[in-house]
C-alpha cells in the first residue's frame, strides 16, 4: 500500500450558539481535513488543529506532499521524523504539530481500514465500553444555560461543560441555575481557559464548588 495523493481540505462550520470564553469570541470553527488516497484505493482522513490561522496549516500540509506521495502508511515513525527532522517545518515545532496532527490521523485510519480493525485495537485495545461525554453549553444567560441543559438532558447527557473566567459575579447565578437545572447527580464541568492565577483559582473554586462542581 502506497500513498498517491494527499489533499488538504479547508472548511468551517457554522455554531448555533456563539462560543465566549477567556481565548475566544466566535460564531463557527474552521479547520483543515486531510484526505489520504493510496493506490489500493484506501481513503484515510484526519483533522488538523488551525493554529493562528489555517492558511498556514494548509500550506504545511501541501508542502508535506513531495516525501509523503509513495511512502508507506504503515511507516508512521518514519514519515514523522521526515516531517519534523527533513523538512524545514522542524523550525517551527507549534505549527508543525498542528499540520502533522491531520496527517498522522489519516495514517492511522489507513492503517485501520487496511487490516480490517478500528484504531483502538492498533493502539492497544479498548479499555472501557462508553464514554460520558460532556454536552457543551454555550456561556449566554442563566435562562438560556437553563434551555440548553434541559435539551441536553433530552438528549441523554450527565455531563454538562460550560465556560468560565470572563466575569465571575456573572457566571455564579449561571452555574446555580446549571445546577438546579440537572438536579443534584448530573456533573458540572468548568473551564477558565487557564487564566486564573493559583490564588485566584483556589478563591474561585471555593466559590463555584458551592454548587458541587465535577
Known amino acids: 500500500m502506497k500513498i498517491t495523493r494527499i489533499e488538504p ?35 484515510g ?7 493562528s490561522n489555517v492558511e498556514s496549516i494548509y500550506e504545511v500540509i501541501k508542502s508535506a506532499v513531495p516525501y509523503l506521495t509513495g511512502r508507506n502508511p504503515w511507516d508512521r515513525e518514519a514519515i514523522a521524523a521526515d516531517f519534523f527532522g527533513t523538512a524545514h517545518w522542524y523550525n517551527r515545532p507549534m505549527t508543525g504539530n498542528f499540520a502533522f496532527a491531520g496527517i ?28 460520558d461525554y460532556f454536552c457543551y453549553l454555550a456561556r449566554t444567560t442563566p435562562e438560556d444555560v437553563a ?10 447527557y450527565s455531563v454538562f461543560y460550560i465556560k468560565v473566567g470572563i466575569d465571575v459575579p456573572e457566571e455564579l447565578p449561571i452555574i446555580a441555575t446549571l445546577r438546579e437545572t440537572i438536579g443534584p447527580d448530573r456533573k458540572i464541568r468548568i473551564d477558565a481557559n487557564g487564566v486564573w492565577t493559583v490564588n485566584e483559582a483556589v478563591r474561585y473554586l471555593a466559590e463555584f464548588d458551592r454548587y458541587r462542581i465535577d
Do not use: F
Open 104 to 131: 498522522d490521523i489519516a495514517l492511522w485510519d489507513l492503517c485501520g481500514k487496511d487490516c480490517n480493525q478500528p484504531v483502538y485495537n492498533l493502539l492497544g485495545g479498548p479499555q472501557r465500553q462508553r464514554v
Open 45 to 51: 482522513w484526519g483533522e488538523s488543529c488551525p493554529g
Open 9 to 43: 481540505i479547508i472548511v468551517s462550520v457554522p455554531y448555533r450558539h456563539r462560543e465566549v470564553s477567556t481565548r475566544v469570541q466566535r460564531d463557527g470553527v474552521t479547520d483543515v481535513l486531510v484526505k489520504i488516497t493510496t493506490d489500493t484505493g484506501l481513503v
Open 147 to 156: 434551555q440548553q441543559a434541559r435539551r441536553g438532558i433530552e438528549m441523554g
